[in-house]
């Protein structure tokens, strides 16, 4: 049934401050024919403003996007350089390291690295 997942929507009022700041402050890679997505490795995150569909806009919150990056700790000070504040410290949950923070709509957003191997079972090989 399900093959895969396509792409990451997030919500925006305003879709040119989103597409500076994952373009600019994150430094994602704009996509080359969409210039609302961005694509963090194979992932793509699209931006959309849902008032335009008559839909109501509320930010993402409880669910980050897990962003990952080779060392946490060195990527969060180059973004509080960039004026972007995080929620509390710097977790260490025994298998990653986490900082938690959200973007200027306020959609909830991680940086992420994860130090203990997966199980040999756990996950699958991509086919």
């Not at 895969?4 to 009022?13: E, M, N, R, T, W």
């Not at 996007?65 to 700790?73: I, P």
Request: charged share 25%.
């Amino acid at each position: 049934m399900v093959e895969g997942a396509d792409f990451v929507g997030i919500p925006s009022q305003d879709a040119e401050r989103s597409r500076r700041f994952y373009g600019e402050v994150l430094g994602l890679r704009q996509d080359a024919t969409a210039q609302y997505e961005f694509w963090a490795g194979d992932t793509c995150l699209a931006i959309w403003e849902p008032s335009r569909f008559g839909l109501e806009f509320a930010p993402q919150k409880h669910a980050h996007v897990a962003l990952r990056v080779a060392d946490v700790e060195q990527a969060r000070r180059a973004l509080e350089a960039q004026g972007v504040e995080f929620a509390g410290e710097t977790l260490d949950t025994g298998v990653c390291h986490m900082a938690l923070f959200a973007d200027p709509d306020g959609n909830d957003l991680m940086l992420h690295r994860r130090y203990a191997p997966h199980a040999p079972e756990g996950r699958p090989e991509q086919s």
